[in-house]
Protein backbone atom coordinates (compact mmCIF):
# COMPACT_ATOMS: atom_id res chain seq x y z
CA UNK A 1 0.00 0.00 0.00
CA UNK A 2 1.48 3.19 -0.83
CA UNK A 3 1.93 5.29 2.67
CA UNK A 4 2.06 8.90 1.13
CA UNK A 5 -0.38 11.54 3.08
CA UNK A 6 -1.00 15.25 3.16
CA UNK A 7 -1.41 16.42 6.68
CA UNK A 8 -3.84 18.99 7.73
CA UNK A 9 -1.55 20.76 10.46
CA UNK A 10 0.87 23.41 9.12
CA UNK A 11 4.18 22.41 9.64
CA UNK A 12 4.23 19.02 10.33
CA UNK A 13 6.30 16.64 8.24
CA UNK A 14 5.27 14.08 5.78
CA UNK A 15 6.95 11.06 5.90
CA UNK A 16 6.15 8.13 3.39
CA UNK A 17 6.02 4.51 4.04
CA UNK A 18 4.43 2.02 2.70
CA UNK A 19 2.90 -0.90 4.77
CA UNK A 20 5.22 -3.91 5.77
CA UNK A 21 4.70 -7.22 6.43
CA UNK A 22 7.02 -6.82 9.85
CA UNK A 23 4.33 -3.71 11.04
CA UNK A 24 1.65 -5.67 10.18
CA UNK A 25 2.49 -9.00 12.54
CA UNK A 26 3.81 -6.84 15.15
CA UNK A 27 0.30 -4.81 15.72
CA UNK A 28 -1.43 -7.80 14.78
CA UNK A 29 -0.11 -9.65 18.22
CA UNK A 30 0.68 -6.57 19.77
CA UNK A 31 -3.18 -6.09 19.87
CA UNK A 32 -3.44 -9.34 21.62
CA UNK A 33 -2.95 -7.38 24.62
CA UNK A 34 -7.38 -6.12 24.40
CA UNK A 35 -8.27 -9.59 24.25
CA UNK A 36 -8.04 -9.98 28.26
CA UNK A 37 -9.63 -6.78 29.11
CA UNK A 38 -12.92 -8.21 26.52
CA UNK A 39 -12.55 -11.28 27.84
CA UNK A 40 -13.14 -10.24 31.01
CA UNK A 41 -15.80 -7.54 29.62
CA UNK A 42 -17.81 -9.97 28.27
CA UNK A 43 -17.67 -12.59 30.68
CA UNK A 44 -18.74 -11.57 33.83
CA UNK A 45 -22.34 -10.15 33.10
CA UNK A 46 -23.23 -13.78 31.95
CA UNK A 47 -21.72 -15.63 34.78
CA UNK A 48 -23.81 -13.36 36.90
CA UNK A 49 -26.80 -13.83 35.73
CA UNK A 50 -26.11 -17.71 35.88
CA UNK A 51 -28.75 -19.40 38.53
CA UNK A 52 -25.81 -21.64 40.19
CA UNK A 53 -23.09 -19.07 40.68
CA UNK A 54 -25.68 -17.10 42.47
CA UNK A 55 -26.69 -19.88 44.26
CA UNK A 56 -23.21 -20.61 45.54
CA UNK A 57 -22.01 -16.92 45.83
CA UNK A 58 -25.04 -14.39 46.10
CA UNK A 59 -27.53 -17.02 47.40
CA UNK A 60 -29.57 -13.33 48.26
CA UNK A 61 -29.82 -12.70 45.28
CA UNK A 62 -30.57 -15.70 43.80
CA UNK A 63 -34.06 -15.68 45.95
CA UNK A 64 -34.85 -11.77 45.17
CA UNK A 65 -34.29 -12.57 41.26
CA UNK A 66 -37.17 -16.02 41.70
CA UNK A 67 -39.70 -13.78 43.65
CA UNK A 68 -42.65 -13.23 41.57
CA UNK A 69 -43.09 -9.82 40.53
CA UNK A 70 -40.53 -7.62 42.41
CA UNK A 71 -40.13 -4.26 40.90
CA UNK A 72 -38.23 -5.10 37.40
CA UNK A 73 -35.66 -1.99 38.09
CA UNK A 74 -34.68 -3.46 41.22
CA UNK A 75 -34.36 -7.32 40.60
CA UNK A 76 -30.54 -7.52 40.52
CA UNK A 77 -29.82 -4.88 43.02
CA UNK A 78 -27.05 -5.84 45.09
CA UNK A 79 -23.89 -4.13 46.55
CA UNK A 80 -22.46 -7.20 46.68
CA UNK A 81 -22.62 -8.79 43.36
CA UNK A 82 -21.32 -5.43 41.47
CA UNK A 83 -17.83 -5.29 44.15
CA UNK A 84 -17.65 -8.61 41.95
CA UNK A 85 -17.68 -7.04 38.58
CA UNK A 86 -16.27 -4.03 39.57
CA UNK A 87 -13.36 -5.06 41.88
CA UNK A 88 -11.27 -5.79 38.79
CA UNK A 89 -11.58 -1.64 37.94
CA UNK A 90 -10.18 -0.21 40.76
CA UNK A 91 -7.38 -3.18 40.95
CA UNK A 92 -6.21 -2.13 37.27
CA UNK A 93 -6.40 1.46 38.30
CA UNK A 94 -4.04 1.28 40.85
CA UNK A 95 -1.56 -1.42 38.69
CA UNK A 96 -1.80 0.77 35.72
CA UNK A 97 -0.19 3.58 37.88
CA UNK A 98 3.09 1.17 38.24
CA UNK A 99 2.74 -0.20 34.58
CA UNK A 100 3.79 3.60 33.77
CA UNK A 101 7.00 3.14 35.32
CA UNK A 102 7.91 -0.58 34.02
CA UNK A 103 6.63 0.89 30.64
CA UNK A 104 9.30 3.35 30.79
CA UNK A 105 12.40 2.46 32.05
CA UNK A 106 11.84 -1.48 30.85
CA UNK A 107 10.32 -0.98 28.07
CA UNK A 108 6.43 -1.37 26.82
CA UNK A 109 6.58 -5.23 26.00
CA UNK A 110 7.52 -5.97 29.49
CA UNK A 111 4.20 -4.14 31.09
CA UNK A 112 2.47 -6.59 28.60
CA UNK A 113 4.39 -9.53 29.79
CA UNK A 114 3.18 -9.20 33.11
CA UNK A 115 -0.38 -8.29 32.13
CA UNK A 116 -0.73 -11.44 30.60
CA UNK A 117 0.75 -13.00 33.66
CA UNK A 118 -1.43 -11.53 36.45
CA UNK A 119 -4.14 -12.46 34.39
CA UNK A 120 -3.03 -15.62 34.62
CA UNK A 121 -2.98 -16.34 37.74
CA UNK A 122 -6.26 -14.45 38.65
CA UNK A 123 -8.11 -17.24 36.04
CA UNK A 124 -6.47 -19.59 37.86
CA UNK A 125 -8.05 -18.18 41.07
CA UNK A 126 -11.78 -17.63 39.51
CA UNK A 127 -12.17 -21.03 37.92
CA UNK A 128 -11.28 -23.24 41.10
CA UNK A 129 -12.97 -20.55 43.59
CA UNK A 130 -14.39 -22.01 46.47
CA UNK A 131 -15.04 -19.13 48.45
CA UNK A 132 -16.30 -15.24 47.92
CA UNK A 133 -12.37 -14.23 48.64
CA UNK A 134 -11.04 -16.55 45.88
CA UNK A 135 -13.59 -15.06 43.65
CA UNK A 136 -12.71 -11.32 44.89
CA UNK A 137 -8.69 -12.32 44.77
CA UNK A 138 -9.08 -13.58 41.45
CA UNK A 139 -10.74 -10.77 40.14
CA UNK A 140 -8.11 -8.29 41.90
CA UNK A 141 -5.56 -10.13 39.56
CA UNK A 142 -7.50 -9.63 36.69
CA UNK A 143 -7.31 -6.38 37.51
CA UNK A 144 -3.55 -5.91 37.79
CA UNK A 145 -3.30 -8.07 34.25
CA UNK A 146 -5.61 -5.37 32.63
CA UNK A 147 -4.07 -2.50 34.40
CA UNK A 148 -0.92 -3.06 32.71
CA UNK A 149 -2.39 -4.13 29.41
CA UNK A 150 -4.25 -1.13 29.06
CA UNK A 151 -1.59 0.98 29.81
CA UNK A 152 1.47 -0.49 27.34
CA UNK A 153 -1.06 -1.90 24.45
CA UNK A 154 -2.25 1.61 23.48
CA UNK A 155 1.05 3.00 23.30
CA UNK A 156 3.00 0.25 21.97
CA UNK A 157 0.64 0.14 18.95
CA UNK A 158 0.81 4.13 18.90
CA UNK A 159 4.18 3.77 18.07
CA UNK A 160 5.21 0.68 16.26
CA UNK A 161 2.39 2.25 13.56
CA UNK A 162 3.77 4.50 10.45
CA UNK A 163 2.05 7.21 11.03
CA UNK A 164 -0.52 7.66 8.09
CA UNK A 165 -2.31 3.88 9.85
CA UNK A 166 -1.69 5.02 12.95
CA UNK A 167 -5.31 5.16 13.68
CA UNK A 168 -6.35 1.62 12.14
CA UNK A 169 -3.61 -0.06 13.91
CA UNK A 170 -4.29 1.41 17.51
CA UNK A 171 -7.93 0.06 16.34
CA UNK A 172 -6.52 -3.15 16.59
CA UNK A 173 -6.67 -3.05 20.24
CA UNK A 174 -10.29 -2.32 20.50
CA UNK A 175 -11.29 -4.94 17.96
CA UNK A 176 -9.38 -7.25 19.99
CA UNK A 177 -11.22 -6.01 23.21
CA UNK A 178 -14.40 -7.01 21.48
CA UNK A 179 -13.32 -9.81 19.94
CA UNK A 180 -12.77 -11.01 23.54
CA UNK A 181 -16.40 -9.80 24.19
CA UNK A 182 -17.99 -11.50 21.56
CA UNK A 183 -15.97 -15.20 22.26
CA UNK A 184 -16.90 -14.20 25.96
CA UNK A 185 -20.43 -13.95 25.39
CA UNK A 186 -20.49 -17.32 23.34
CA UNK A 187 -18.73 -19.27 25.49
CA UNK A 188 -21.20 -18.07 28.42
CA UNK A 189 -24.40 -18.63 26.08
CA UNK A 190 -23.15 -22.50 25.78
CA UNK A 191 -21.80 -22.71 29.71
CA UNK A 192 -25.32 -21.32 31.04
CA UNK A 193 -26.83 -24.29 29.94
CA UNK A 194 -24.58 -26.71 31.96
CA UNK A 195 -26.02 -28.07 35.20
CA UNK A 196 -24.17 -27.61 38.34
CA UNK A 197 -20.95 -25.07 38.69
CA UNK A 198 -19.19 -26.38 36.35
CA UNK A 199 -20.65 -23.99 33.43
CA UNK A 200 -19.47 -20.81 35.38
CA UNK A 201 -16.01 -22.36 36.41
CA UNK A 202 -15.40 -23.04 33.12
CA UNK A 203 -16.37 -19.74 31.57
CA UNK A 204 -13.99 -17.89 34.68
CA UNK A 205 -11.52 -20.08 33.81
CA UNK A 206 -10.91 -20.15 30.48
CA UNK A 207 -9.59 -16.10 31.02
CA UNK A 208 -5.95 -18.18 31.03
CA UNK A 209 -6.30 -18.58 26.83
CA UNK A 210 -6.31 -14.83 25.86
CA UNK A 211 -3.81 -14.32 28.98
CA UNK A 212 -1.38 -16.84 27.48
CA UNK A 213 -1.49 -15.45 24.21
CA UNK A 214 -0.56 -12.04 25.68
CA UNK A 215 2.40 -13.71 27.84
CA UNK A 216 3.89 -15.42 24.29
CA UNK A 217 2.98 -12.15 22.22
CA UNK A 218 5.11 -9.72 24.70
CA UNK A 219 8.21 -12.30 24.74
CA UNK A 220 8.72 -12.88 20.40
CA UNK A 221 7.52 -8.82 19.93
CA UNK A 222 10.65 -6.52 19.62
CA UNK A 223 9.79 -2.69 21.44
CA UNK A 224 9.25 0.11 19.87
CA UNK A 225 12.17 2.26 18.34
CA UNK A 226 10.85 5.34 20.44
CA UNK A 227 11.34 3.14 23.79
CA UNK A 228 14.87 1.83 22.10
CA UNK A 229 16.40 5.22 21.99
CA UNK A 230 14.07 6.35 25.18
CA UNK A 231 16.44 3.92 26.95
CA UNK A 232 19.59 4.47 25.37
CA UNK A 233 19.47 2.08 22.25
CA UNK A 234 19.76 3.98 19.37
CA UNK A 235 21.06 2.16 16.92
CA UNK A 236 19.02 -0.97 17.13
CA UNK A 237 16.45 1.69 17.31
CA UNK A 238 17.04 3.10 13.75
CA UNK A 239 17.69 -0.65 12.32
CA UNK A 240 14.05 -1.46 13.75
CA UNK A 241 12.69 1.78 12.30
CA UNK A 242 14.26 0.30 9.02
CA UNK A 243 12.76 -3.01 8.93
CA UNK A 244 9.59 -1.76 10.26
CA UNK A 245 8.78 1.14 7.53
CA UNK A 246 10.24 -1.30 4.98
CA UNK A 247 13.47 1.63 3.73
CA UNK A 248 16.87 3.08 4.47
CA UNK A 249 15.12 6.35 4.39
CA UNK A 250 14.30 6.73 7.71
CA UNK A 251 16.25 9.26 8.78
CA UNK A 252 14.07 11.65 9.56
CA UNK A 253 11.40 9.93 11.56
CA UNK A 254 14.79 8.73 13.27
CA UNK A 255 15.87 12.47 13.96
CA UNK A 256 12.33 13.16 15.71
CA UNK A 257 12.53 10.49 17.94
CA UNK A 258 16.04 11.48 18.68
CA UNK A 259 14.70 14.98 19.26
CA UNK A 260 11.64 13.65 21.38
CA UNK A 261 14.33 11.76 23.18
CA UNK A 262 16.68 14.81 24.27
CA UNK A 263 13.77 16.52 24.82
CA UNK A 264 12.29 14.06 27.32
CA UNK A 265 15.82 13.50 29.25
CA UNK A 266 15.09 16.92 30.77
CA UNK A 267 11.98 16.15 32.32
CA UNK A 268 12.88 13.93 35.48
CA UNK A 269 9.41 13.84 36.96
CA UNK A 270 6.87 12.83 34.42
CA UNK A 271 4.17 12.63 36.93
CA UNK A 272 5.02 16.44 38.57
CA UNK A 273 6.02 18.05 35.00
CA UNK A 274 2.45 16.65 33.32
CA UNK A 275 1.08 19.09 35.65
CA UNK A 276 2.93 22.00 34.12
CA UNK A 277 1.00 24.18 31.98
CA UNK A 278 2.22 23.34 28.77
CA UNK A 279 1.03 20.19 28.98
CA UNK A 280 -2.41 21.27 30.00
CA UNK A 281 -4.30 20.25 26.60
CA UNK A 282 -2.58 16.73 26.90
CA UNK A 283 -3.49 16.74 30.77
CA UNK A 284 -6.96 17.48 30.35
CA UNK A 285 -7.68 15.45 27.26
CA UNK A 286 -6.50 12.59 29.07
CA UNK A 287 -8.70 12.93 31.66
CA UNK A 288 -11.97 13.92 29.67
CA UNK A 289 -12.13 11.27 27.30
CA UNK A 290 -12.01 8.53 29.37
CA UNK A 291 -14.51 9.91 31.32
CA UNK A 292 -16.47 11.08 28.71
CA UNK A 293 -15.88 7.57 27.09
CA UNK A 294 -17.38 5.70 30.22
CA UNK A 295 -20.44 8.39 30.52
CA UNK A 296 -21.88 7.17 26.91
CA UNK A 297 -23.26 4.87 29.19
CA UNK A 298 -21.37 1.77 27.33
CA UNK A 299 -20.67 -0.46 29.64
CA UNK A 300 -24.68 -0.55 31.14
CA UNK A 301 -24.85 -2.73 28.00
CA UNK A 302 -21.65 -4.42 28.38
CA UNK A 303 -21.94 -5.50 31.84
CA UNK A 304 -25.35 -6.01 31.97
CA UNK A 305 -27.08 -6.44 28.93
CA UNK A 306 -28.32 -9.97 29.87
CA UNK A 307 -29.83 -8.51 33.06
CA UNK A 308 -31.09 -5.60 31.01
CA UNK A 309 -32.41 -7.87 28.65
CA UNK A 310 -33.95 -9.98 31.00
CA UNK A 311 -35.55 -7.47 32.49
CA UNK A 312 -37.23 -6.54 29.88
CA UNK A 313 -38.77 -9.98 29.96
CA UNK A 314 -36.54 -11.85 27.66
CA UNK A 315 -36.19 -15.49 28.97
CA UNK A 316 -32.33 -15.45 30.15
CA UNK A 317 -31.30 -18.02 26.76
CA UNK A 318 -32.65 -15.28 24.95
CA UNK A 319 -30.73 -12.54 27.12
CA UNK A 320 -27.51 -14.31 26.68
CA UNK A 321 -28.09 -14.65 23.01
CA UNK A 322 -29.45 -10.76 22.39
CA UNK A 323 -26.10 -9.71 24.09
CA UNK A 324 -24.34 -12.22 21.37
CA UNK A 325 -26.11 -10.02 18.87
CA UNK A 326 -25.24 -6.79 20.44
CA UNK A 327 -21.57 -7.81 20.91
CA UNK A 328 -21.01 -9.16 16.99
CA UNK A 329 -22.71 -5.62 15.65
CA UNK A 330 -20.27 -4.18 17.68
CA UNK A 331 -17.54 -5.83 16.43
CA UNK A 332 -18.34 -5.67 13.11
CA UNK A 333 -18.69 -1.67 13.65
CA UNK A 334 -15.59 -1.45 15.22
CA UNK A 335 -14.05 -2.10 11.59
CA UNK A 336 -15.57 0.99 10.15
CA UNK A 337 -13.60 2.70 12.68
CA UNK A 338 -10.54 0.72 11.38
CA UNK A 339 -10.94 1.55 8.06
CA UNK A 340 -12.23 4.70 7.86
CA UNK A 341 -10.38 6.21 11.07
CA UNK A 342 -7.14 7.44 9.27
CA UNK A 343 -9.09 8.67 6.07
CA UNK A 344 -11.98 11.04 7.59
CA UNK A 345 -9.71 11.55 11.09
CA UNK A 346 -10.90 11.27 14.69
CA UNK A 347 -13.71 14.32 14.64
CA UNK A 348 -15.87 13.30 12.09
CA UNK A 349 -16.27 10.15 14.09
CA UNK A 350 -16.75 11.03 17.10
CA UNK A 351 -19.21 13.49 16.10
CA UNK A 352 -20.86 11.22 13.90
CA UNK A 353 -21.09 8.27 16.42
CA UNK A 354 -21.75 11.31 19.21
CA UNK A 355 -25.03 11.72 17.71
CA UNK A 356 -26.08 8.66 16.67
CA UNK A 357 -25.71 7.69 20.45
CA UNK A 358 -27.57 11.04 21.69
CA UNK A 359 -30.52 10.14 19.35
CA UNK A 360 -30.83 6.24 20.05
CA UNK A 361 -30.42 6.63 23.52
CA UNK A 362 -33.35 9.26 23.89
CA UNK A 363 -35.83 6.76 22.00
CA UNK A 364 -34.25 3.45 24.33
CA UNK A 365 -35.08 5.79 27.38
CA UNK A 366 -38.96 7.03 25.92
CA UNK A 367 -39.41 2.89 24.80
CA UNK A 368 -38.82 1.78 28.07
CA UNK A 369 -40.51 4.35 29.98
CA UNK A 370 -44.00 3.74 28.20
CA UNK A 371 -43.71 0.18 29.06
CA UNK A 372 -42.82 0.09 32.71
CA UNK A 373 -43.69 3.81 33.60
CA UNK A 374 -41.86 4.80 37.22
CA UNK A 375 -43.78 2.39 38.82
CA UNK A 376 -41.54 -0.76 37.11
CA UNK A 377 -43.90 -3.73 36.95
CA UNK A 378 -45.53 -4.47 33.72
CA UNK A 379 -44.38 -6.74 30.66
CA UNK A 380 -43.69 -5.36 27.56
CA UNK A 381 -45.09 -7.36 24.06
CA UNK A 382 -42.28 -9.06 21.49
CA UNK A 383 -42.86 -6.04 19.02
CA UNK A 384 -42.07 -3.72 21.57
CA UNK A 385 -38.86 -5.77 23.05
CA UNK A 386 -37.36 -6.61 19.69
CA UNK A 387 -37.26 -2.45 18.75
CA UNK A 388 -35.52 -1.64 22.09
CA UNK A 389 -33.07 -4.41 21.08
CA UNK A 390 -32.60 -2.47 17.67
CA UNK A 391 -31.90 0.61 19.30
CA UNK A 392 -29.56 -1.07 21.72
CA UNK A 393 -27.69 -2.13 18.35
CA UNK A 394 -28.00 1.36 16.74
CA UNK A 395 -26.32 3.08 20.14
CA UNK A 396 -23.74 0.27 20.09
CA UNK A 397 -22.88 0.42 16.44
CA UNK A 398 -22.59 4.55 16.98
CA UNK A 399 -20.34 3.61 20.00
CA UNK A 400 -17.97 1.14 17.93
CA UNK A 401 -16.76 3.41 15.53
CA UNK A 402 -16.43 6.39 17.98
CA UNK A 403 -15.75 7.17 21.43
CA UNK A 404 -15.22 2.97 21.42
CA UNK A 405 -12.13 2.71 19.40
CA UNK A 406 -11.27 6.63 19.79
CA UNK A 407 -11.18 6.19 23.73
CA UNK A 408 -8.09 4.36 23.57
CA UNK A 409 -6.54 5.97 20.48
CA UNK A 410 -6.48 9.55 20.58
CA UNK A 411 -4.81 9.33 24.47
CA UNK A 412 -2.54 7.39 22.97
CA UNK A 413 -0.85 9.46 20.48
CA UNK A 414 -1.37 13.30 21.71
CA UNK A 415 1.19 13.18 24.40
CA UNK A 416 5.43 13.84 23.47
CA UNK A 417 7.56 10.98 24.49
CA UNK A 418 8.60 12.66 28.40
CA UNK A 419 4.59 12.26 29.86
CA UNK A 420 3.53 9.94 27.34
CA UNK A 421 3.71 6.81 29.91
CA UNK A 422 2.14 8.99 32.92
CA UNK A 423 -0.28 10.28 30.56
CA UNK A 424 -1.53 6.89 29.77
CA UNK A 425 -1.70 5.88 32.99
CA UNK A 426 -4.28 8.49 33.84
CA UNK A 427 -6.15 7.77 30.41
CA UNK A 428 -6.42 4.10 32.01
CA UNK A 429 -6.47 5.14 35.52
CA UNK A 430 -9.61 7.41 35.07
CA UNK A 431 -11.14 4.96 32.71
CA UNK A 432 -11.13 1.76 34.72
CA UNK A 433 -12.60 4.47 37.89
CA UNK A 434 -15.62 5.80 35.56
CA UNK A 435 -15.46 2.09 34.88
CA UNK A 436 -15.89 0.64 38.60
CA UNK A 437 -18.29 3.91 38.95
CA UNK A 438 -20.66 2.55 36.49
CA UNK A 439 -20.20 -0.95 36.83
CA UNK A 440 -20.84 -0.57 41.04
CA UNK A 441 -23.54 1.92 40.38
CA UNK A 442 -25.63 0.74 37.50
CA UNK A 443 -27.80 -1.40 39.02
CA UNK A 444 -28.82 0.81 42.11
CA UNK A 445 -29.25 3.97 39.57
CA UNK A 446 -31.85 1.32 37.62
CA UNK A 447 -33.75 0.50 40.25
CA UNK A 448 -33.70 4.46 41.59
CA UNK A 449 -33.45 6.57 38.50
CA UNK A 450 -35.48 4.15 36.35
CA UNK A 451 -35.67 4.78 32.16
CA UNK A 452 -33.96 8.49 33.12
CA UNK A 453 -30.56 6.45 33.21
CA UNK A 454 -30.47 6.39 29.85
CA UNK A 455 -31.33 10.43 29.54
CA UNK A 456 -28.84 10.76 32.16
CA UNK A 457 -26.22 9.39 30.22
CA UNK A 458 -27.91 11.52 26.93
CA UNK A 459 -27.08 14.24 28.94
CA UNK A 460 -23.20 13.43 29.05
CA UNK A 461 -23.05 12.01 25.04
CA UNK A 462 -24.71 15.61 24.23
CA UNK A 463 -21.95 17.52 26.52
CA UNK A 464 -18.78 15.28 25.23
CA UNK A 465 -19.78 15.86 21.02
CA UNK A 466 -20.04 19.77 22.36
CA UNK A 467 -16.56 19.48 23.76
CA UNK A 468 -15.23 17.33 21.16
CA UNK A 469 -16.50 19.66 18.28
CA UNK A 470 -14.57 22.68 20.17
CA UNK A 471 -11.78 21.68 22.04
CA UNK A 472 -10.11 18.62 19.92
CA UNK A 473 -7.91 19.57 17.10
CA UNK A 474 -7.84 16.52 14.16
CA UNK A 475 -4.66 14.19 14.82
CA UNK A 476 -4.75 12.12 11.85
CA UNK A 477 -1.36 11.42 9.95
CA UNK A 478 0.62 13.80 12.40
CA UNK A 479 3.57 11.89 13.19
CA UNK A 480 3.83 11.16 16.89
CA UNK A 481 6.39 13.43 17.89
CA UNK A 482 5.51 16.53 16.24
CA UNK A 483 2.01 16.59 18.01
CA UNK A 484 2.69 19.38 19.91
CA UNK A 485 2.33 21.46 16.23
CA UNK A 486 -1.18 20.25 16.14
CA UNK A 487 -1.71 21.30 20.00
CA UNK A 488 0.03 25.35 19.19
CA UNK A 489 -2.03 25.34 15.87
CA UNK A 490 -5.40 25.11 18.53
CA UNK A 491 -7.71 28.10 18.39
CA UNK A 492 -7.63 27.17 22.96
CA UNK A 493 -4.76 25.05 23.34
CA UNK A 494 -2.39 27.24 21.46
CA UNK A 495 -1.91 29.76 23.95
CA UNK A 496 -0.62 26.72 25.94
CA UNK A 497 2.39 25.49 24.13
CA UNK A 498 5.71 27.47 24.13
CA UNK A 499 6.89 28.68 20.92
CA UNK A 500 10.53 26.57 21.69
CA UNK A 501 8.11 23.51 22.26
CA UNK A 502 7.84 23.51 18.42
CA UNK A 503 10.28 25.54 17.32
CA UNK A 504 8.39 28.61 15.60
CA UNK A 505 5.29 30.74 16.98
CA UNK A 506 1.99 29.91 16.70
CA UNK A 507 1.70 33.41 14.64
CA UNK A 508 3.75 31.59 12.34
CA UNK A 509 1.84 28.38 12.31
CA UNK A 510 -1.17 30.28 11.57
CA UNK A 511 0.23 32.08 8.74
CA UNK A 512 1.92 28.99 7.48
CA UNK A 513 -2.12 27.82 7.08
CA UNK A 514 -2.58 30.36 5.27
C1 LIG B 1 -14.19 0.57 26.75
C2 LIG B 1 -14.85 -0.40 27.64
C3 LIG B 1 -15.99 -1.06 26.92
C4 LIG B 1 -15.50 -1.67 25.64
C5 LIG B 1 -16.56 -2.38 24.88
C6 LIG B 1 -13.79 -0.10 25.47
O1 LIG B 1 -13.23 0.84 24.63
O2 LIG B 1 -13.06 1.13 27.38
O3 LIG B 1 -15.24 0.22 28.81
O4 LIG B 1 -16.57 -2.03 27.71
O5 LIG B 1 -14.91 -0.70 24.85
O6 LIG B 1 -17.64 -1.67 24.53
Redesign the pocket.
Known amino acids: MAGGFVSQTPGVRNYNYKLTPKVFITCFIGAFGGLI??YD?GISGGVTSMEPFLKEFFPHVYKKMKSAHENEYCRFDSELLTLFTSSLYLAALVSSLFASTITRIFGRKWSMFLGGFTFFVGSAFNGFAQNIAMLLIGRILLGFGVGFA?QSVPVYLSEMAPPNLRGAFNNGF?VA??FG?VVATIINYFTAQMKGNIGWRISLGLACVPAMMIMFGALILPDTPNSLIERGFAEEAKEMLRSLRGTDEVEEEFQDLIDASEESKQVKHPWKNILLPRYRPQLIMTCAI?FF??LTG??V???YAPVLFQTLGFGSKASLLSAMVTGII?LLCTFVAVFTVDRFGRRVLFLQGGIQMLISQIAIGIMIGVKFGTVGTGNIGKTDANVIVALICIY?AG??WS???L??LVPSEISPLEIRSAAQAINVAV?MFF?FLVAQLFLTMLCHMKFGLFFFFAVFVFIMTIFIYLMLPETKNVPIEEMNRVWKAHWFWGTFIPDEAVGVSAAELQQKAV
Do not use: K, R, S, Y
Open positions: FGLNQIIIPQQINITFEVFAWGPGWNT
